[in-house]
């Protein structure tokens, strides 16, 4: 199954208009080691202006790993990249939170990414457990580490966070050495990985370039994402967004490898519509399942691993536009072949984190899966023989060939009502909301992860205090 | 008794082939006829149905199951079985559609019933004769159309008027068929589904 929106001709319009944007254009780069990498690299650099040459880009792009893994605590908990798989996240962090007790909205803790890795470690589709909040009582320089200890604790599977400066990362970069007991291992075996976000059109944030400096010491791969809105940040049309969208990540590929030759990357071909009214992004229309299409066509003609914002939804709730726009996308999404789908359990248009909203799209995630797997064909499977003894007028319902055949046939779901008119009225005839939410409680409740080793816990709190005691000394806290 | 514990497994996965000869072979292994049907195929059923009620079997699982059963039974000599009751089923007059009806046909026969399935197209003067020539304590309606389902209640007035008010419930069912509408016109009995039809049926035959 394969779902493709752009021709070759315009995949190479769309690299050589990217091409003509970064010589001629550039990007505007705020940190000084950097620029001095990209001088030394024959890139023309004035200020923090950077002007990158096609050689330079096809360099980068030859040089980046092209495939990789992240492992949880649990080493067998893997997402591959790069290798045709895919892979479903949570979203890495979000300011407020919808409280899981009184339905409202506030800001998020460090103990909610506890409960965010618990319900993603129990959700079989999630590959990698995102800590879905930002911990607002703590500082940018130690609340990612802080999420990151209440999610070693409650998740065994990779685990997808924001490394939001380089202070915060040193810290997690230990944390991470910890759970594997040595660097080697550590570096072996990456836990997670940073991801390096530029700022459309054109732009590179100081401190995410920064971080990259700590991770690489664990040599962790790289994925590059920035969210162009067409016709705010970006054009105001389809095409022009994936040029610039498409620039911008070329241009991080070549950051990573002047920092380090080699590291992998992933290409994050995440734009965004912009709704002209309200002034803000729109998540999931029908011009995102068309982008996200193209950016995979894109990222699979650089021979690189694909990460596309798709399954997401508008929506507060998981209502009828939630299942409409997360199960259109996410479908398109699948059917190109990216390698990662995103950033799901967002409440609207990074509104707010919703466990409810990520327990639907889990569904959605079951749905799609089912859709990839296609029709299997084989002389078994075409039936003829119990065709011929059911014959004209009988059934099919009582017969061995179902019975071997059905539970891989079908797709079975968890939240979808399939019932009987009076079945569904005498359940209390629920919505989708409903029983999503009631799905979350129950998994909520009842799911115990594998507990953390107590020498790593110690370990953990130990790393935790010493930067708490840096940043204390520094008054930074 | 490891050939008990063995047929009750074929019967629990539907292996026909493997529940007759583990039947055979318990039978030449001496042991007594009652010990294979309590220890093997009824307590088979038994796990048969808590899977199926705890939604764990399908209803293809739930009837390859009851027809492994049936071979077992059948291996029994003198064991010619007691069936539960006996419903006549059909599709209405002028409702073809028979789905639905073939399911609860296959589930009726496979809880124990004994089934003289009438087909498609059956008017209540056939459904009358059925029920009179075969004794059956149900008669079984389906009906897919809101067009046919007036042929419901031909049916069961043609029943009171053959003077079958008394013995022979009637049970009725299909998509536009509902409760309210089963006693509007006296049916005894409805059921949404093939699992329910079973248990509704069951329920008629005690009565």
Redesign the interface.
């Known amino acids: 199954m394969q779902l493709n929106v752009l021709t070759d001709g315009q995949i190479a319009r769309l690299h050589e208009a990217s091409l003509r944007l970064l010589e001629k254009v550039g990007i505007r780069l705020p940190h000084e080691d950097v620029c001095r990498l990209f001088e030394e690299a024959g890139a023309s650099v004035t200020g923090d202006g950077v002007r990158i040459p096609e050689a330079l880009v096809m360099k980068s792009l030859e040089r980046a790993g092209k495939s990789f893994s992240i492992y949880g605590r649990d080493p067998s908990k893997q997402a591959v990249f790069g290798k045709g798989k895919r892979n479903y996240n949570s979203i890495s962090g979000e300011a407020l939170w919808i409280d899981d007790e009184t339905g409202e909205r506030r800001y998020a803790t460090a103990k909610d990414a506890g409960t965010a890795a618990r319900l993603a470690d129990a959700l079989p589709n999630l590959t990698i457990a995102g800590a879905m909040s930002d911990p607002h009582e703590l500082s940018p320089e130690y609340g990612a580490a802080a999420a990151m200890a209440e999610m070693l604790r409650n998740t065994t599977k990779p685990i997808g966070l924001w490394f939001h400066n380089r202070t915060v990362s040193r810290t997690i970069v230990e944390m991470m050495i910890a759970v594997r007991g040595s660097e080697e291992k550590a570096r072996k075996y990456p836990l997670s990985y940073p991801f390096l976000e530029p700022i459309s059109p054109l732009r590179f944030p100081f401190d995410g370039v920064d971080a990259l400096y700590e991770t690489v010491r664990l040599n962790l791969p790289i994925p590059i994402g920035p969210m162009a809105q067409t016709g705010m940040s970006a054009p105001g049309t389809l095409a022009g967004t994936l040029v610039q969208e498409n620039a911008e990540i070329l241009a991080g590929v070549c950051i990573t490898q002047l920092i380090s030759p080699g590291v992998a990357v992933c290409y994050g071909g995440i734009p965004h519509a912009f709704d002209m009214r309200t002034t803000q992004m729109i998540f999931a229309g029908p011009e995102q399942a068309l982008m996200a299409v193209a950016m995979t066509q894109m990222g699979k003609h650089y021979k690189l691993p694909v990460y596309i914002n798709v399954g997401l939804t508008d929506s507060k709730v998981p209502d009828a536009q939630a299942g409409m726009e997360a199960g259109v996308t996410l479908a398109c999404g699948a059917m190109a072949g990216a390698d990662v789908f995103g950033h799901m359990g967002i409440c609207g248009m990074d509104q707010a984190t919703s466990l409810d909203m990520l327990v639907m799209q889990h569904e959605v995630i079951g749905y799609v899966e089912r859709l990839m797997q296609g029709i299997e064909f084989s002389d078994e499977g075409l039936g003829l023989e119990v065709i011929e003894q059911v014959g004209p ?3 099919f ?4 060939h ?2 071997r055949h ?2 891989k046939e079908l797709w079975f779901p968890r939240l979808l009502d399939r019932q ?4 569904w009225l005498s359940g209390g005839a629920k919505t989708m909301a409903q029983r999503c939410r009631e799905e979350k409680e129950r998994l909520l409740r009842e799911h115990q992860p594998a507990p953390l080793p107590e020498h790593i816990d110690r370990e953990i709190e130990r790393i935790l205090a010493a930067a708490r005691k840096d940043l204390e000394d520094q008054g930074r806290l | 008794m490891t050939t008990i514990v063995d047929l009750k497994q074929a019967i629990i996965t539907g292996n026909r082939e493997q529940a007759k000869a583990l039947t055979q072979q318990a039978l030449d292994e001496g042991l007594e006829a009652r010990a294979i049907v309590v220890n093997g195929i009824a307590a088979a059923m038994e796990v048969v149905g808590e899977k199926f009620r705890a939604n764990e079997f399908f209803v293809p699982e739930l009837l390859i199951a009851q027809r492994a059963m049936k071979e077992a039974l059948s291996m029994m000599s003198g064991a010619d079985v007691d069936h539960i009751g006996t419903v006549a089923i059909g599709t209405v007059k002028g409702d073809l559609h028979d789905i639905g009806k073939n399911l609860v046909a296959a589930m009726l026969e496979g809880a124990g019933f004994k089934v003289v399935d009438l087909g498609v197209d059956v008017s209540p003067e056939q459904f009358v004769t059925a029920a009179k020539e075969n004794s059956a304590q149900v008669i079984a309606m389906s009906a897919l159309l809101t067009t046919t389902m007036g042929s419901m209640r031909d049916t069961v007035q043609a029943i009171v008027a053959a003077g079958l008010g008394d013995s022979v419930k009637v049970m009725i069912g299909g998509a536009p068929v509902t409760q309210s509408y089963a006693d509007e016109i006296r049916a005894h009995g409805y059921a949404p589904d093939a699992a329910s039809a079973v248990e509704k049926a069951k329920a008629l035959v005690l009565q």
């Not at chain 1, 319902?397 to 061995?400: G, I, L, S, V």
């Open positions: 007028g009988g059934t319902m009582d017969q061995e179902t019975a059905f539970r009987f008119y009076g079945a």
